[in-house]
């Protein structure tokens, strides 16, 4: 049948106050409770909490991710090269050739130096950190935070320099998709992505004029005959704010968890038979890094027995997904050995995350070695959360590293 927005309008949810949301999970499970798809009046969208809708719309190829352009263009127009111009914005063949092009540091045949620079940045992460371990720390900026940043400026042979600025101009840029954004976050979201457009675009045009090993050649090599050179700066910006945000957020929040259940902390201490990719994966699942995946029904999609006409919005709530019940037994509760535990926070079908193995590594190295070394730590204030509803993860976590 077609939709009829009137008769599946969400209710009592107030959707305008989501960034407020401490705990989201309650008031996606009321969307979730109103049927697979309900329609979002304030968001001008359908939306969806149901894991089995949204794997669904994820697959389904009238379901495209297509970027609309901000506007006034002289103001958003870096934002929006790097976004319409990206493999995450693109369907069909021009997706497959713009993730073709960004997957060469992702081959087996790197995966082995990539392992070792992970464990050694952990490693001097860490060890920098012991040099004062009886003081107030801030895992955020000391180590959460520089890991992913430190390993994906590995991969693109970026300077440490250049990795720290871009990552400030990569949270002021994303915070952009954010629903309710003001003036001077709007500003800065158009001073952060064309300031990560000079930077790589820089990075870029060094490696067009030198034979030598240096930033992002490996783009570099593919223009023009793959790849046009603004493609190209896309395809960077779009590996560093994905290898970086999400790896972030996901940390912070399996970290907080994990301090604040004492009887996780233990077990994982004192259980060497517990897999930790499988608790990387319930961090995962217990909380996404990204709550809300826009798409647009390019062709008339029938889902959940409703017919969505082609035009309009939909978006896919990933934490509510992963928290539908008739899935995941008891979703509200962290269980470390979860298994299966098929989240999307991946997302799923064409657009599954690149660098999902490179997160998981991450994660997992990164959790390993920090209980290892300071199995006392504890919480020594609250966590401070970022404001927003659709990147979620902390902006910082105080702790004490010797208990």
């Known amino acids: 049948m077609d ?40 968001w001008d969208m359908w939306l969806t909490a149901d894991y089995r809708t949204a794997n669904a719309l994820l697959r389904h190829p009238g379901s495209q991710r297509v ?18 111009l990206s493999a995450l914005d693109r369907s069909g063949s021009d ?26 940045v952990v490693k001097e992460l860490l060890d920098s950190m012991l040099l004062d371990p009886h003081t107030t720390r801030d895992l955020v900026p000391e180590f959460l935070e520089p890991l992913p ?6 991969i693109l042979n970026l300077s440490e320099n250049n990795g720290k600025r871009l990552r400030e101009a990569s949270e002021q ?3 952009a998709f954010e629903k309710c954004q003001t003036p001077n976050e709007a500003y800065l979201s158009q001073a952060g992505a064309r300031e990560m457009e000079e930077i790589l675009a820089a990075g870029l045009s060094r490696a067009s004029s030198s034979t030598e090993s240096i930033p992002l050649d490996f783009l570099m090599s593919q223009c023009p005959a793959h790849l046009s050179f603004e493609e190209a700066v896309a395809s960077a910006a779009l590996l560093f704010n994905g290898g970086t945000g999400a790896v972030i957020n996901a940390s912070s929040t399996g970290v907080v968890t994990i301090l604040r259940d004492v009887t996780v902390r233990q077990a994982l201490l004192s259980n060497d038979s517990i897999d930790l990719s499988t608790v990387v994966d319930e961090i ?6 990204l709550q809300l995946f826009e798409r ?30 008739s899935v995941f037994v008891q979703p509200e509760r962290f269980t470390m050995n979860r298994n299966p535990n098929p989240h ?49 993860g902390y902006a910082s976590i105080p702790v004490q590293l010797m208990g």
């Open 173 to 175: 840029m994303v915070a």
């Open 95 to 120: 997706h497959a050739r713009l993730r073709k092009a960004m997957s060469p540091p992702f081959r087996k045949s790197t995966w082995m130096s990539i392992e070792a620079v992970v464990e050694a």
């Open 67 to 84: 970027f609309q352009d901000r506007s006034p263009q002289s103001d958003w127009a870096s934002f929006n090269r790097l976004n319409s």
């Open 296 to 325: 647009l029904a390019v062709a008339p999609i029938m889902t959940a027995t409703i017919r969505i006409p082609a035009g309009e919005r939909i978006g896919l709530l990933l934490g509510g997904a992963n928290h539908d019940p």
């Open 284 to 289: 995962l699942r217990f909380d996404a890094p």
């Open 344 to 392: 999307l926070t991946f997302s799923a079908g064409t657009h599954f995350c690149l660098g999902a193995s490179l997160a998981r590594l991450e994660m997992k190295t990164a959790l390993e070695h920090l209980l290892n070394r300071f199995p006392g730590i504890s919480l020594s204030g609250e966590p401070v959360r970022h404001h927003g509803f659709v990147v979620r």
């Open 3 to 42: 939709a009829d927005k009137h008769d599946l309008v969400l209710r009592d949810v107030d959707v305008t106050s989501a960034e407020d949301w401490d705990d989201p999970y309650p008031y996606l499970a009321q969307i979730r409770n109103q049927g697979p798809i309900v329609w979002c009046p304030d």
């Open 149 to 154: 940043v430190r390993v994906i400026c590995s």
